[in-house]
DNA sequence: AGTATAATTGACTAAACTGGTCAATGATAT
DNA sequence: ATATCATTGACCAGTTTAGTCAATTATACT
């Protein structure tokens, strides 16, 4: 790639790195559409391929940048997991929520890209994504769940809730748009749930 | 339509609707390919124009098919809904998988359809389905909830854990295959999370 | 103001793919 | 052997594809 990409208003960046997020995510890497792409991003055909030389070189620039994205947003060292699953689970539908909200077909993307056989990468990228789904769940501190409950199918429970949780802000987020949308009180609507939570599963 | 389409090997009439659904739920009915269809269902492309006339034909007797396989399933007037919750989610799940078995793609198609612009059907189809949707959470009993629980929140909770199941189950389902998957056993592992579920919200 | 350099455009290409047709072939039943 | 049916795939004109490149515009420097 042309590394001189970096050096574009910041705002036409994010606008190219969207488009090509949503066209890949949605369509994988052959049927997706440069075509679509510029389109979208409301750049001209050339300017595309002058940055990224080929299709196949901004598939690669964009799984790269994805999986930046992601670790700094939620499993840089600096964000700290929390060993409360709540404040856990909280920290991590919050800072999903901000990374949707900056590139709302990130994750989409990353998911089918882990599993196009069309491209090979550098696998350091791929590993570093697994061992961090697993950060996920590990360390977790159980002593304050009432006894007598299933903790692995507890945990289940309170995982789909949260994930439930998240889309559907997502999809308030695509609705209100991106300038009504308050994420600190999403905050305070999720304590809500959390609050019940504990209330069933807390001593 | 040619309605001698019904007379095929009901497994071709399967092969051909269910790679139509699946064309047309992930992209669209414009973008959508039929030659992609008929390579998928492993006709000639003569014959799918023989027996739906064109295109949109093809997509309005999908439609159709859509919401009767639907409503025969989950809510027609046999399957009478529970009016306990779990037992209610458990029976829809169940239905679902049972769908989902047989037409893994119609659920997202209809998903799609209902918010595709470029035709406007007879709208009998998508008030039927409106209606449907509601009936899913009208009529339930919350008597045996403990008291001081907040109970729309619960039944999210509730909502998004067979939810969550439901789409781990359909997981399972592609990856093991149509013939080494055995639904009875899922209704036993789904009675496991009622059995929490209950602990937790019942009195 | 003038000139050099870099950013950006979009018309253009050959190849692939699009929805749809139809004469030819294969199968089945009488 | 014949008639009726199901099925095929080469073929059509039109669109879309990834990628190129000469030409235009914007920026920077003297």
Redesign the pocket.
């Known amino acids: 790639m ?1 590394e ?1 990409f970096f ?3 910041q705002e ?1 960046q994010e606008r190219i790195i969207n488009a090509a997020l949503k066209e890949f995510g949605q369509k994988g890497f052959q ?8 389109k979208e991003a ?10 990224f ?6 598939y690669l620039f964009l799984f790269d940048y994805a999986v930046d994205r992601l670790v700094e947003r939620i499993f840089s060292n600096e964000n700290q997991l929390m060993e409360d699953v709540f404040e856990r689970f909280l920290q991590i539908t919050i800072q999903k929520l901000h990374l949707f909200k900056k590139h709302p077909d990130l994750l989409d993307f990353l998911m089918t890209a882990m599993d196009d056989e069309t491209i090979q990468y550098d696998l350091k990228n791929r590993e570093m994504l697994e061992q961090a789904y697993q950060r996920v769940f590990a360390g977790i501190d159980y002593s304050r769940f009432k006894s007598g409950i299933d903790i692995e199918k507890a945990l289940k429970v309170i995982f789909w809730t949260f994930q439930g949780f998240g889309e559907e802000e997502q999809e308030n987020l695509k609705q209100l748009g991106i300038q009504h949308y308050d994420i600190n009180r999403v905050k305070t609507r999720m304590e809500d749930y959390i609050q019940l939570l504990r209330q069933l599963f807390y001593e």
């Open positions: 042309n001189k050096s574009l208003d036409k049927k997706a559409s440069t075509n679509e792409i510029v409301g750049i001209s055909k050339g300017l595309l391929f002058h940055y030389n080929n299709k196949k070189g901004l």
